[in-house]
């Protein structure tokens, strides 16, 4: 059971930045991909950005050039930096795990909300 804790959500003007953080429970080196996906009011939680343990990434066109997905492997965590958001980018942002290759991310955070004003 792998589990998951975002933090550094907040709320955020148009044009500023924001990381935010997934700490894993364990070693990111025994999970085959980690993600972020987002959920805005009233709409279904899509992915944003996608990183694999051979560190392939995979970036929804919404955010391309925007965001960026990494990890520290000393410390089992994932970020996803964001910057020049938009009004647009608001909402709930969930960690996810896929422990194995072929697998759908089957481990789940708590979520951070992300509020971007105009």
């Known amino acids: 059971q792998v589990q998951l804790v975002e933090s550094g959500g907040g709320l955020v003007q148009a044009g500023g930045s924001l990381r935010l953080s997934c700490a894993a429970s364990e070693s990111l080196s025994s999970i085959h991909a980690m993600a972020w996906y987002r959920q805005p009011p009233g709409k279904q939680r899509g992915l944003v950005a996608a990183l694999t343990r051979g560190g392939v990434t995979n970036y929804a066109d919404s955010v391309k050039g925007r965001f960026t997905i990494s990890r520290d492997n000393t410390k089992n965590t994932v970020y996803l930096q964001m910057t020049s958001l938009k009004p647009e980018d608001t909402a709930v942002y969930y960690c996810?795990?896929?422990?194995?290759?072929?697998?759908?991310?089957?481990?789940w955070g708590q979520g951070t909300q992300v509020t971007v004003s105009s």
């Open positions: 996810a795990a896929s422990r194995t290759y072929g697998t759908s991310y089957g481990y």
